[in-house]
């Protein structure tokens, strides 16, 4: 004759017996004892799923914007680095944002070449898409002056495709 198990099963626990492997990042409810295989917070740069996201960016005019950058000297290059960065902080709610990036700009723009890129890469791959240009891309400003061409057009393209996908007009 068979003998039943005297201890009484967990109800988080699988048929199995293998304890619940499910959220294991779950607040427990306020005031409850903590579901089974809790946790605590997750560790820095855990998944914790999409982030709740802010407005879509503006696509921009690729020749307007080489045809500015020419005509005042590099002044709107500044500016364009401005407002990527600050559109790409809002709508990600992370980044370094249109402020920080103006300063780095002036003080040593090489940097801006791999923060834009970085961030385009992060936000193609918090929603779940290859992202066109990578960190990497920032390389393009050794090769001077048709380097930064290529640069920007890769990178104004892949903002403008992100862009417009979500719904912006096109440039």
């Not at 005297?6 to 005031?31: I, K, L, M, V, W």
């Amino acid at each position: 004759m068979p003998m039943s198990d005297p201890t009484p099963q967990d109800p988080n626990a699988d048929p199995a017996g293998a304890p619940f492997a499910g959220a294991p990042y779950d607040a427990p409810p306020p005031g409850g004892p903590a579901p089974a295989g809790y946790q605590g917070a997750p560790p820095p740069g855990a998944w914790q799923g999409p982030r709740p996201r802010g407005p879509i960016g503006e696509a921009r005019s690729v020749g307007m914007t080489i045809l500015l950058t020419i005509v005042t000297c590099g002044i709107w290059s500044i500016l364009w680095s401005y407002w990527n960065h600050e559109e790409l902080k809002r709508y990600r709610g992370d980044g370094i944002g249109g402020v920080v990036a103006l300063i780095v700009a002036i003080i040593f723009s090489p940097i801006i070449m791999f923060t834009i890129p970085m961030e385009i890469e992060l936000m193609y791959r918090e929603e779940g898409m290859e992202p066109p240009v990578t960190t990497i891309w920032g390389l393009w400003f050794l090769l001077p002056l048709i380097g930064n061409i290529i640069w920007y057009l890769k990178c104004q393209e892949a903002l403008n495709d992100f862009w417009v996908a979500h719904g912006a007009q096109p440039a």
